[in-house]
């Protein structure tokens, strides 16, 4: 659930519309967003600058930051990135048909919701 709670704001950001999200529209606007927290523009994130851009989010970042770093190399490349925004979806994606829909990310924010940062 803490990762969940910390993609909260990118689901809301980029809710999928009418005919839902494809995992390409997924994959994007989430990396992105992960990728602006990159503060030497070296196209990985650092342990640092993770907790930068969390600051204030509670929880654990180092936690989270952990699942991201799939190489436990302390970085977190795009490649793991994909890995780890791809699987996300493939969650959400409750009825597995490759598409995103609203109620389905209802429906998983709705379940975020009552769990705490660190479960």
Do not use: Y
């Not at 494809?22 to 990159?38: H, I, N």
């Not at 990985?44 to 936690?63: H, I, N, T, V």
């Not at 925004?85 to 919701?113: C, H, M, S, W, Y």
Request: proline share 4%; charged share 30%.
């Amino acid at each position: 659930m803490l990762l969940l709670l910390a993609l909260s704001p990118m689901l809301a950001a980029a809710a999928p519309q009418a005919g839902g999200m494809t995992l390409e529209r997924f994959v994007s606007a989430r990396k992105e967003r992960l990728l602006a927290a990159d503060a030497n523009k070296d196209g990985s994130l650092s342990l640092d600058e993770w907790k930068q851009a969390r600051a204030g989010a509670g929880g654990d970042p180092a936690r989270l930051f952990a699942t991201l770093d799939a190489d436990k190399d302390g970085s977190a490349s795009p490649a793991e990135i994909d890995a780890f925004i791809t699987a996300r979806f493939t969650k959400l994606d409750a009825n597995g048909d490759k598409v995103l829909t609203r109620d389905e990310a209802q429906a998983a924010k709705g379940a975020g919701a009552q769990k705490t940062p660190d479960e």
